[in-house]
């Protein structure tokens, strides 16, 4: 794998990143978001240090578009959700990254916890918060990567 460009500081420029990735490919990382308020929310990371979506090269937007269909296939396979959202929005972490938000009109319960969309079907609300002890998180990731499908 090439050694990509990365910016000192910058946390998702981290060779290891916060949370359990799932997917690696040569220019992108899949893993999910350290913020569970919406159960299976996804991060796509972007290898090299770039800030601005429109300067991607064809080949990111090529394998991002493969990873993009291969995270919803498996969210939509372990957690059922009944919409999803995307968006890059770069107002934390300014260092190009997808999130894959997968919406719900009823709970779900997962790993022994309650997850519910209280905006569902309208915007989601990026401010809210909820941390998943390392446990949980693996939990998710694991469901994620099973072939089988179907939540924990």
């Not at 490919?25 to 290898?47: C, D, E, F, M, Y």
């Not at 309650?114 to 939990?139: C, K, S």
């Amino acid at each position: 794998m090439a050694v990509a460009e990365v910016s000192s500081g910058c946390v998702l420029c981290s060779t290891r990143l916060a949370s359990p990735v799932i997917r690696e490919t040569p220019l992108w990382r899949v893993a999910v978001n350290l913020n569970q308020s919406l159960l299976g929310k996804l991060i796509v990371v972007l290898r090299r240090h770039e800030e601005a979506v429109a300067r991607l090269t064809a080949d990111e937007w090529s394998e991002l578009h493969g990873l993009l269909i291969w995270s919803t296939e498996r969210v939509k396979s372990a957690l059922a959700p009944d919409r999803f959202n995307y968006a890059f929005l770069q107002n934390q972490d300014r260092h190009v990254h997808l999130h894959v938000i997968p919406r719900y009109a009823t709970p779900r319960h997962f790993a022994g916890l309650d997850f519910i969309d209280p905006e569902f079907p309208t915007h989601y609300r990026p401010d809210v918060q909820r941390w998943l002890g390392a446990d949980t998180m693996n939990a998710v990731a694991a469901a994620l990567t099973d072939e089988q499908g179907g939540a924990a």
